[in-house]
T-cell receptor, first 113, second 111 residues
Framework: ETGVTQSPTHLIKTRGQQVTLRCSSQ?????VSWYQQALGQGPQFIFQ???????GRGNFPPRFSGLQFPNYSSELNVNALELDDSALYLC????????????FGPGTRLTVT | QKEVEQNSGPLSVPEGAIASLNCTYS??????FFWYRQYSGKSPELIMF????GDKEDGRFTAQLNKASQYVSLLIRDSQPSDSATYLC???????????FGKGNQVVVIP
């Protein structure tokens, strides 16, 4: 186990709705990265948070937004859900001030109908 | 050109044999390379990382890095049925803090 937790485990939403996913990072880690993994594909980088600030963003529209809190936990918010947002959302914890290995949480499976 | 490319198609190996996986990357400035194992329905698990040219061994796993040729490989010795999974190659993008992933290679170990 990595010590990275995510909630909820599964979620079913309707197109147009909004969703918030949560992640708690591993002890000693100050950086959280979010990835989207579609079926049969590798994870795609959404964005990263370091010390409560966005520290890099992938090719995702602004309706994907996030937060990091003082305890380094993080949220991913997605507005105006589309069918193509159905995927496994992964949170990865790392220590940007040290070695760069990223450790994933168990993921949240989002289904948009 | 994709940032990270892995061979497509499942790799079937008999139990006890060596599984060999390859990955190429496009950014010559990349310095950090990772292999993740992902079981069906689960999240990726970090199994190896390598930063220097050459080989790095950890138990039955060996990662090999050749920066001049821009490829990374993973060898799994004495393959076990529990090694059956998808293996993801990831590269830290130079000048950035994100990881770029390949599509993954499925390995099936046949008892």
């Amino acid at each position: 186990e990595t010590g990275v937790t995510q909630s909820p485990t599964h979620l079913i939403k309707t197109r147009g709705q909004q969703v918030t996913l949560r992640c708690s990072s591993q002890s000693g880690h100050n950086t959280v990265s979010w990835y989207q993994q579609a079926l049969g594909q590798g994870p795609q980088f959404i964005f990263q948070y370091y010390r409560e600030e966005e520290n890099g963003r992938g090719n995702f529209p602004p309706r994907f937004s996030g937060l990091q809190f003082p305890n380094y936990s993080s949220e991913l918010n997605v507005n105006a859900l589309e069918l193509d947002d159905s995927a496994l959302y992964l949170c990865a914890s790392s220590n940007r001030d040290g070695l760069y290995e990223q450790y994933f949480g168990p993921g949240t499976r989002l289904t948009v109908t | 050109q994709k940032e990270v490319e892995q061979n497509s198609g499942p790799l079937s190996v008999p139990e006890g044999a060596i599984a060999s996986l390859n990955c190429t990357y496009s950014d010559r400035g990349s310095q950090s390379f990772f292999w993740y194992r992902q079981y069906s329905g689960k999240s990726p698990e970090l199994i190896m990382f390598i930063y220097s040219n050459g080989d790095k061994e950890d138990g039955r796993f060996t990662a090999q890095l050749n920066k001049a040729s821009q490829y990374v490989s993973l060898l799994i010795r004495d393959s076990q049925p529990s090694d059956s999974a998808t293996y993801l190659c990831a590269v830290r993008v130079y000048g950035n803090n994100r990881l770029a992933f390949g599509k993954g290679n499925q390995v099936v170990v046949i008892p």
